[in-house]
């Protein structure tokens, strides 16, 4: 269409005008940048028309804001600050031709308060936001609640409020006197345009990201959540904005991550930035390439991949290269560069990437024009100088003189060297550490205290002063140091994990001076964050990874308590930082029978919602009761997938906080899934006295827990490091038969542990007839990969004295005690080899062949080759005992797929993973005939996930296990022995005595095979 030719210069002006504007309209349908360029210049002739006519008030207004509209939006889809600045000279004028309190008006204050918002992320100037703001909070005020330019003021707004607190730091808290811009997402009338809905959704969403106070983070994010959900479905893929509303979902799973560590988020921020990428208008594209970047640099530092992180450099290098002439944008593509940068040093140790790194920060922390940036790019050159400083000093201590020969001239050499090390070390390091103090504290005076990633700020002040505390010995950086870590702790709007770092790091460097009541303090301050990390918003895997990171925590919490005279609370740190996993499970079925009696629809919800949560792929739940997860369709593409995943999971763990507290609500049941009481782990003694057996850097000791109270038994002969080496030693000896090594394995651990530990029971000595007293052992670290229950010395052996069982924690052994919720009949689950089996286990199939005589009709074949997991896995819980003659699979690496071997097939392995979500609360004895069963790592041995524990968590109150590999005759002869004594228990209604049968069989194995220890310490009994 083109505008009728017309001598009168203002009706032509006019008319092209309104061509303009539906070339604009056009352009919002296709997003093609010709006709947006097209529009543009159609209305540039129109003003220009109606400016030589000297003539036009409101109509020349109006021109000039749609002129200066366009140039914004290009000026936003370009990155060209040029036209930014002309867009907003076209405003300003507008808003002179036009009344004031007018529609008009508010429509051009708001168009204008956008257009400076977005030029002050591109400059990062402040003093630009603000004037956009304020020219925002007039076009609030002025325009009605249902004016479509309130919806549109409101959206600016929000943006605006973003960039402020991007550029300051501060929260994004509207004006008082304004309508509050964030409810106006519940005031978009139905006939509202959908892209324009989802314009208002996004930016609303984001902006109340930086809003909230510290307290209320997870809250605000939930929000956002849902607003990002609501403008998915508004918008319209094919229209302009439609990439441009996607590309913020990146953002907020960025968010959303450092709030859960759920590393599935950054996987789909991947893909969802991959699908965009091409889609956005080059001005936004370098800001997308950072996010990007970002999730691929967080997902290379869980995983060490150099892949990942040099992808991240790459996309980083990209968004530089694509910057305009953008200050605020290229700082931060700068920064995130050199984030990238010293990220792929640490994997790849190039040390040009490390200076590149340095070079950025530093001249972004000199120049950048927002302090927030400035302050962050100032905490992270603290934390690459505290890198660097301790890579050097690693480097110094490996550094070797030549040998210069033996004797006097040997040990100068010797000495010469140590110094010279020392001095490397000292002189290399001091730069470092001083620099990375004034840059932390830099960084702690840009950044304001509430800042989402303020803790990070403290954790590195903190780490930069006890680098010079220990190079230096000054107590003020010792206080300094101290004061800070005490500050991250306490600091309520942190994640958990930086404040659990903190209390750690805190706790050990107290323990290195001997202030031993504060490190109890530091400690116990972390262990008690612990369960607030295990939350239901995170993946197993997310929380083993954290958990290997403090994996020495608890046992150093215990021992400092210890130290601080406190045995009690010795016990509760010991419960409340180990198994943390296995308790964020098991909790809530513990009591459930009481739920049950009381509210069977309660107790049905929390069953349905729990089974959800537990599933790999969480879709938005429908109405109670929840279906299974694995029926829901698959998403349609990257930003429904990404949506799907950050919302549906939240939702379910709202409606599980919703249960909990009507549970609790209920008589008897206020403490439903809560961490017990120290007498309630008491009260699980009341059979036999539990014995923690603490291994920590600290030092070594048992706590006897009886119902009475706790008793402290120092074991100064036990340590840390011992432990870590009989530990390696036993792995290679039980491999290659090594019955010597075996033997002085059991010596050592009766001289350190089992033989003070008996005596201090009064059980060291063989009583005179009658039963045997039982003891359960809950040992720690890689203790727990240890026979405890046979060590022995020349004239004792604890087979001989007591009947020992095992338990991850005493909470897993109270747990364990309460499972057998059903009166299901003792059959029997045979899950065994096919016959026609080459793998091996020729003994195997006769012990199965035996227990079908033995159990007669009462049990059920499951030919493990035919049946695959999920058969298996569903034939569990209606069956009392499970036995599996089979071959098993530890993995230490990843110890959630340690798995039972069914079959080759795709669905042939029952891991710890699908165990934990299994619910068999009828299970009384599951016997896991096969390899390495209950075999623990070093990474999280306090976390025992391992297959007899996933059996325990999934409901089998008893399990028999092996700690390694057993040969099949020994595993067949013990089988027969173990059900021999069974068998007549199956009438009774008592739970049956699992532990008595395996120590029987355990005395006649060692009667057998006396010289071959593997022989008759392999097999343990875990639970009741």
């Known amino acids: ?26 352009f919002q349908a296709t997003g093609s940048d010709a006709d947006l360029d097209a529009a543009i210049e159609t209305v540039r002739r129109a003003e220009a028309l109606i400016d030589a006519g000297g003539s036009g008030g409101t109509a020349h207004g109006t021109v000039l804001s749609n002129l200066g509209s366009m140039l914004a ?100 808290h509207p004006a008082a006197e304004v309508p509050d811009p964030y409810a106006v997402p519940d005031t978009l009338p139905d006939d509202a345009d959908p892209d324009q809905v989802a314009a208002v959704l996004t930016n609303v969403g984001l902006a109340r990201l930086q809003s909230a106070d510290p307290a209320e983070r997870d809250t605000a994010i939930a929000e956002a959540l849902d607003l990002a959900a609501r403008a998915v479905a508004a918008m319209t893929p094919a229209r302009a904005d439609s990439a441009t509303t996607a590309g913020h979902l990146v953002t907020l799973a960025l968010r959303h991550y450092h709030r859960t560590g759920r590393l599935s988020e950054l996987d789909r921020a991947v893909a969802l930035g991959d699908a965009l990428t091409d889609r956005l208008p080059a001005g936004l594209r370098p800001m997308l390439l950072v996010n990007m970047a970002l999730a691929l640099d967080l997902r290379s530092r869980r995983s060490a991949s150099l892949a990942d992180a040099t992808r991240a450099v790459a996309l980083c290098e990209r968004a530089a290269q694509e910057t305009a002439d953008s200050p605020q944008v290229a700082a931060t593509v700068a920064l995130n560069h050199a984030i990238c940068l010293e990220n792929r040093w640490r994997l790849a140790n190039d040390p040009r990437d490390l200076v590149q790194a340095r070079r950025i920060l530093t001249r972004v922390a000199g120049t950048a024009p927002a302090p927030a940036v400035r302050g962050h790019a100032a905490m992270n050159l ?58 932390a504290t830099q960084a702690a005076a840009e950044l304001p205290t509430d800042w989402d990633g303020y803790g990070t700020v403290l954790l590195n002040l903190a780490r930069a002063h006890v680098a010079r505390w220990r190079r230096d010995g000054r107590p003020a950086d010792l206080e300094q140091a101290t004061d800070t870590y005490r500050r991250l702790v306490d600091l309520d709007s942190e994640a958990p994990l930086r404040r659990i770092i903190a209390g750690q790091e805190w706790g050990d460097l107290a323990a290195g001076t001997g202030a031993w009541p504060t490190a109890h303090q530091a400690y116990r301050r972390a262990v008690t964050l612990l369960p607030m990390f295990a939350t239901w918003r995170a993946d197993r895997r997310d929380h083993e990874f954290v958990l290997a990171m403090v994996s020495e925590l608890a046992r150093d919490a215990t021992a400092a308590a210890l130290h601080a005279g406190d045995p009690d609370d010795a016990v509760v740190l010991a419960e409340l930082g180990r198994g943390v996993m296995l308790h964020h499970v098991t909790s809530y079925y513990t009591e459930f029978d009481e739920v049950a009696r009381t509210a069977p629809t309660l107790a049905g919800r929390l069953r349905t919602t729990l089974s959800a949560l537990n599933e790999d792929g969480v879709t938005p739940p429908p109405p109670d009761p929840v279906p299974d997860a694995r029926e829901a369709a698959e998403p349609a593409d990257p930003q429904t997938d990404l949506v799907t995943a950050l ?54 000791d048992a706590l006897l827990v009886g119902a009475d109270g706790v008793t402290h038994v120092p074991l100064p002969d036990l340590r840390h490091a011992d432990v870590t080496a009989r530990a390696r030693q036993l ?46 052992w809950v040992p720690t670290g890689m203790l727990a990969a240890m026979p405890l229950h046979a060590a022995t010395d020349d004239n004792h052996c604890a087979l001989d004295l007591v009947v020992s069982s095992f338990a991850p924690t005493i909470r897993s052994l109270g747990h364990s005690r309460r499972t057998r919720t059903t009166s299901l009949p003792r059959r029997l689950c045979l899950v065994l080899p096919s016959p026609d089996d080459r793998s091996g286990l020729p003994a195997a199939r006769r012990e199965a062949h035996r227990l079908r005589e033995r159990f007669g009709a009462d049990h059920t074949d499951l030919i493990a080759a035919e049946a695959g997991a999920a058969t298996v896995a569903a034939a569990l819980p209606g069956h009392a005992w499970a036995h599996f003659a089979c071959h098993a699979r530890s993995d230490l690496a990843d110890p959630s797929n340690s798995r039972l071997l069914l079959s080759s097939a795709a669905d042939g392995a029952l891991t710890v993973e699908r165990l934990v979500r299994l619910r068999a609360d009828g299970g009384e004895l599951a016997f896991l005939s ?95």
């Open 1 to 26: 269409m083109t505008a009728p030719d017309s001598t009168d210069p203002f009706t032509h002006g006019l008319a092209l005008n309104d061509e303009g504007m539906d070339l604009r309209e056009r």
């Open 731 to 776: 792995v290679t000896a039980t491999a290659d038969g090594d019955e010597e090594t075996v033997r002085t394995i059991l010596r050592w651990l009766w001289a350190t542990t089992v033989g003070p530990v008996l005596a201090r029971l009064g059980m060291a000595a063989t009583a005179a007839g009658g039963r045997l007293p039982r003891v359960w």
């Open 73 to 172: 939006t290009k000026a936003y889809r370009t990155g060209r600050p040029k036209l930014l600045e002309e867009a907003i000279v076209h405003l300003r004028r507008a808003i002179t031709c036009t009344a004031e309190t007018t529609h008009d008006r508010a429509a051009r204050s708001a168009n204008l308060g956008q257009a400076l918002a977005v030029q002050a992320s591109l400059n990062g100037d402040p003093t630009t936001v603000a004037e956009g703001l304020a020219l925002l909070e007039e076009a609030l005020r002025v325009s009605d609640p249902d004016d479509p330019v309130r919806a549109v003021a409101a959206s600016a707004y929000a943006m605006g409020l973003r960039v402020r607190a991007e550029l300051t730091g501060a929260p994004a």
């Open 930 to 1024: 096969a390899c390495e069963t209950a075999m623990s790592g070093p990474h999280l041995a306090d976390e025992a996930v391992h297959l007899a524990a996933g059996f325990l968590t999934a409901g089998f109150g008893q399990v028999i296990a092996t700690l390694w590999a057993v040969k099949d005759p020994v595993a067949r002869r013990t089988t027969g022995e173990v059900y021999a004594t069974l068998i007549d228990q199956r009438g009774d209604t008592a739970p049956v005595a699992a532990a008595d049968a395996l120590h029987r069989a355990a005395l006649a194995a060692r009667a057998r095979y006396p010289d071959a220890p593997t022989a008759w310490t392999a097999y343990i009994h875990l639970g009741r």
């Open 647 to 700: 919302t549906g999971r939240r939702h379910l763990i709202d409606r599980l906080a919703q249960i909990l507290d009507d549970v609790r609500a209920l008589p008897g049941l206020t403490r439903f899934a809560l961490p017990p009481q120290p007498a309630e782990l008491r009260a699980e003694a009341a059979e036999g006295p539990v014995v923690i057996v603490n291994v920590s850097r600290h030092r070594c």
């Open 382 to 439: 603290a934390a690459l100088h505290l890198a660097r400083a301790e890579h050097t000093a690693e480097q110094a201590a490996q550094a070797r003189p030549a040998p210069t020969g033996s004797g006097i001239a040997g040990r100068v050499a010797h000495r010469a060297g140590k110094l010279y090390r020392t001095a490397l070390s000292r002189l290399s390091a001091v730069g470092d550490i001083d620099h990375a103090i004034g840059y």
